[in-house]
T-cell receptor, first 112, second 115 residues
């Protein structure tokens, strides 16, 4: 069964460094999302992406964040200059026409 | 803005006992409703969903949920829990926004199973 895959599973980075989190959605997905979950807290929406542009973004998604789908396959989340408070589990999700999101296994980002 | 409330932070039940996890939402119309399960260190797995139609929906692993419009609730139930059901459970709502189905999650309920 096809699934959403995310790489890496765990990323450790120094504060101020740039990180890129990668996601490969299922091939028929049209809508793409990033969510994050700070340890022990709820899952929060970051951004949605459709037709090669951002559809909606949350207050969390400030200028330090960007998304792109450079090759029609990978969907990436870039954090330009990481802060300690960016440490979290980041989930990618994809969705076809049916309003059901399929989540990846997540990337645990640790900023030190 | 829509919101989701899961009033129980932590629930402990005995193996074989029945389970009900509560979820209430706040939204002007009927949203799409979901329950996800997350095992420690793992991703989010969809248990079941409600879009429309029959208000009692069946999901995977023997779970079911009932949508009650009058109570704005979508409670998750299982008649007999197994030790492997120990996990974090999240209720989520989505809005039909021409395909942009941003989800709003509840704070989760941690389920512990005792022998």
């Amino acid at each position: 069964e096809p699934e959403v895959t995310q790489t890496p599973s765990h990323q450790v980075t120094q504060m101020g460094q740039e990180v890129i989190l990668r996601c490969v959605p299922i091939s028929n997905h049209l809508y793409f999302y990033w969510y994050r979950q700070i340890l022990g807290q709820k899952v929060e929406f970051l951004v949605s992406f459709y037709n090669n542009e951002i559809s909606e973004k949350s207050e969390i998604f400030d200028d330090q964040f960007s998304v792109e789908r450079p090759d029609g396959s990978n969907f990436t989340l870039k954090i330009r200059s990481t802060k300690l408070e960016d440490s979290a589990m980041y989930f990618c999700a994809g969705q076809a026409e049916d309003p059901e999101a399929f989540f990846g296994q997540g990337t645990r980002l640790t900023v030190v | 803005a829509q919101s989701v409330t899961q009033p129980d932070i932590h629930i402990t039940v005995s193996e074989g006992a029945s389970l009900e996890l509560r979820c209430n939402y706040s939204y002007g119309a009927t949203p799409y409703l979901f329950w996800y399960v997350q095992s420690p260190g793992q991703g989010l797995q969809l248990l079941l969903k409600y879009f429309s139609g029959d208000t009692l929906v069946q999901g995977i692993k023997g779970f079911e949920a009932e949508f009650k419009r009058s109570q704005s609730s979508f409670n998750l139930r299982k008649p007999s829990v197994h030790w492997s059901d120990a996990a974090e459970y999240f209720c989520a709502v989505g809005l039909s926004n021409f395909g942009n189905e941003k989800l709003t999650f509840g704070t989760g309920t941690r389920l512990t199973i005792i022998p």
